[in-house]
């Protein structure tokens, strides 16, 4: 059974940073596009950041110099690291797996088959 459980929200005040992780059991995340998104009240769900099989990633123009996206294949867990944070990063944020080695350049959560169940994250001025 595909699994996906996201870890490492909280709250911070704007400059601080917070480390997201997703355990994933079912399938080998590393094998697969396995990305973040976010979503804040009152807004559509929004690609943040990706990373296909091979490495190749995408990222939101918003967070492009300041979030990055990792992989742990020995713990099957995807990492968020968020730096320099700003209030408009205040969402809940999903990780995310799709049945494809790749990631399209634009990241849409319809392309996306299994959810986590979200962690907040709150940036405070």
């Known amino acids: 059974q595909v699994q996906l459980v996201e870890s490492g929200g909280g709250s911070v005040q704007a400059g601080g940073s917070l480390r997201l992780s997703c355990a994933a059991s079912?399938?080998?995340?590393?094998?697969?596009?396995v990305a973040w998104f976010r979503q804040a009240p009152g807004k559509e769900r929004e690609g943040v950041a990706a990373?296909?099989?091979?490495?190749?990633?995408a990222f939101a123009d918003s967070v492009k110099d300041r979030f990055s996206i990792s992989r742990d294949t020995a713990k099957n867990t995807l990492n968020l690291q968020m730096n320099s944070l700003e209030p408009d990063d205040t969402a809940m944020y999903y990780c995310?797996?799709?049945?494809?080695?790749?990631?399209?350049?634009?990241?849409?959560?319809?392309?996306?088959?299994?959810w986590g169940q979200g962690t907040q994250v709150t940036v405070s001025s």
């Open positions: 079912g399938f080998t995340l590393s094998s697969v596009c």
């Open positions: 995310a797996a799709r049945l494809n080695a790749y990631c399209r350049d634009v990241l849409r959560d319809y392309d996306f088959n299994y």
């Open positions: 990373i296909a099989r091979y490495g190749s990633g």
